[in-house]
């Protein structure tokens, strides 16, 4: 029997369940203890896989990481470097189902540091994210 040959009623959906993990302090780089879950834990791996280097670890698939280091000591022109920064983003962020899209891109420049702050919109709503 094929697929195509089943009747609506007999097709098993799949239902996704709302992320979890467990909640990290950036600032001292450890587990506090608490869970977050929904938008929160989105964001938490966004906040990851925006500062891990794709291509490096060998404990992550090359779909995890990013690849902004690529544009360090280059002397693009401010605007290339802001559209290659988006489409990097965009690019990392596009392994997670829950994340439909980011808007309102801003990128900044001082001295040797670029700092993207952005809305991220995913399937558990929508916030600011700054990385």
Not at 26 to 43: N, P, Q
Not at 80 to 96: F, G, Q, W
């Amino acid at each position: 029997m094929f697929p195509f040959d089943l009747e609506d009623e007999e097709i098993e959906i799949e239902e996704r369940k709302e992320p979890k993990d467990w909640e990290i302090d950036f600032k001292t780089g450890k587990l506090t203890g608490r869970v977050v879950t929904g938008f929160d834990a989105i964001k938490q791996w966004v906040q990851i896989v925006l500062s891990i280097d794709r291509y490096t670890f060998t404990q992550y698939t090359w779909d995890y990481g990013n690849d902004l280091s690529s544009l360090i000591g280059k002397n693009y022109d401010e605007g290339y470097a802001t559209s290659e920064a988006r489409r990097m983003i965009e690019d990392a962020l596009s392994v997670n189902e829950d994340i439909l899209g980011i808007e309102d891109f801003e990128c900044s420049f001082e001295n040797d540091k670029l700092t993207a702050t952005f809305t991220l919109n995913t399937t558990y709503g929508r916030g600011e994210i700054s990385v």
